[in-house]
């Protein structure tokens, strides 16, 4: 399995499952061509299990039924265990998903579903609890370099330097693309020479590869995060389009988009981040070249927007308090809902925020160890400058005249 260490790696936790002979339920998640179907059929296949499929695009609730009876006969007959895979299991409606649930808990089958979407939206919940999620990840420079090799191998061809250089950058991390790509430029190589060329992968991508080095590529990719940044939108637009033109994953950039959004905009426009996110599911269903109207749209709203690195700041700071440990939780703050909680401390002296005025009351809620540490540094741009004024309205100290809401 090229690819997915932190999973399959040797300490990655499938990886000891199998080893261990026994697998349990899962959904594999992640971006196409990062090796879902292929991870499960290694799955089932080195923990010896007997293996079945179906595609939720589609199989019926006729096709599940089959399978399910299936698995309970080679249960019963010869013990033989069953690993169901569903590709694209989020596509199953809620009446398919039902079928799974009873032969998933009485373990009659390991079911492992496959999905592109997030889980916790598509999937229902009884079959998420009795499944464990899985995340797989685009596929990174050393693994793409790995498969386009063996590709080449396996065709009987080799690739010249900075054709493999084109190749891997075209893929976005995805597998299937780069050996789709490839396939397309074996055929359009010459024959004779039996070498793919940085052209050949150019036209079997409809010329659409970077064509600028691997550094320039990183640095076209700086100017642009700095232009949005810096609130420059024609330097913003120049440099997403020269990385459209060059080949660049529309992906990749709607991606960076959604960072910058809480990044560098933050609490200045909290809008950044959900137009960021519509931005990438555009990019996703409408696909290249229409997707160019939503990455420039885009562009431009972050750019004009305010901005904010409170985020940024109060995640730094914030990564850095927990490294130091020592947070205890405080007792006020401690779980109260069981059987003698109260004895021990737990929950006494907590003050019931909507009992007070403006619904806040001071109490400490930070560990005894952080007190008097910031972490959230204000920036007053924007939104959030309005968010920061209403806040430190509300919970400014109350004076004497203050009184608990009866």
């Known amino acids: 399995m090229v690819g997915q260490d932190h999973l399959v790696g040797p300490d990655g936790p499938l990886r000891r499952m199998v080893l261990g002979g026994r697998l349990t339920s899962m959904i594999l998640w992640g971006p196409a061509g990062t090796g879902k179907t292929s991870l499960a059929r290694l799955l089932a296949q080195t923990a010896g299990y007997h293996a079945e499929s179906l595609s939720a695009v589609s199989a019926g609730v006729k096709e599940v039924r089959d399978v399910l009876e299936r698995a309970r006969r080679r249960l019963g007959e010869s013990g033989a265990l069953t690993v169901l895979f569903i590709d694209e299991v989020h596509r199953f409606n809620k009446s398919q998903q039902d079928l799974l649930l009873p032969a998933t808990e009485a373990g009659e089958i390991v079911l492992i579903g496959a ?9 229902n919940a009884a079959l998420m609890s009795r499944t464990t999620l899985w995340r797989l990840a685009p596929l990174g420079q050393s693994a793409l370099e790995t498969l386009a090799l063996r590709g080449a191998a396996l065709r009987g061809v080799t690739l010249e330097g900075d054709a493999l250089e084109a190749l891997i950058g075209s893929a976005d991390g995805d597998a299937r693309s780069l050996l789709t790509t490839l396939d397309t430029a074996v055929i359009l190589s010459d024959s004779d020479t039996k070498v793919v060329t940085r052209t050949d992968i150019a036209n079997a991508r409809d010329g659409r590869i970077m064509h600028q080095s ?32 060059a080949g660049e994953s529309a992906r990749f950039l709607a991606r960076r988009l959604v960072i910058l959004a809480s990044e560098d905009i933050g609490l200045a426009n909290n809008q950044a981040l959900v137009l960021a996110e519509s931005c990438a599911r555009a990019v996703e269903f409408v696909g290249l070249p229409e997707a160019r109207f939503a990455l420039v749209h885009t562009t431009l709203a972050l750019a004009l927007s305010p901005k904010s690195n409170s985020t940024t700041t109060a995640l730094m700071r914030g990564l850095a308090a927990v490294a130091e440990g020592g947070g205890e939780v405080p007792a006020h703050l401690r779980d109260a809902h069981y059987q003698a909680a109260g004895s021990i401390g737990s929950g006494v002296g907590y003050l019931y925020p909507h009992d007070f005025d403006h619904h806040w009351v001071p109490q400490q809620y930070l560990p005894a160890s952080m007190q008097g540490r910031t972490l959230y540094e204000p920036v007053l741009e924007g939104g959030e400058a309005r968010l920061v004024e209403e806040w430190r309205r509300r919970t400014s100290p109350p004076d004497e005249n203050d009184a608990r809401v009866e």
């Open 115 to 123: 999905t592109t979407e997030n889980p916790y939206f598509e999937v």
């Open 214 to 245: 691997r550094d320039t590529h990183y640095d076209q990719v700086s100017a642009f995060i700095k232009s949005v940044r810096g609130s420059d939108p024609d330097a913003a637009v120049y440099w997403l389009l020269a990385m459209l033109e």
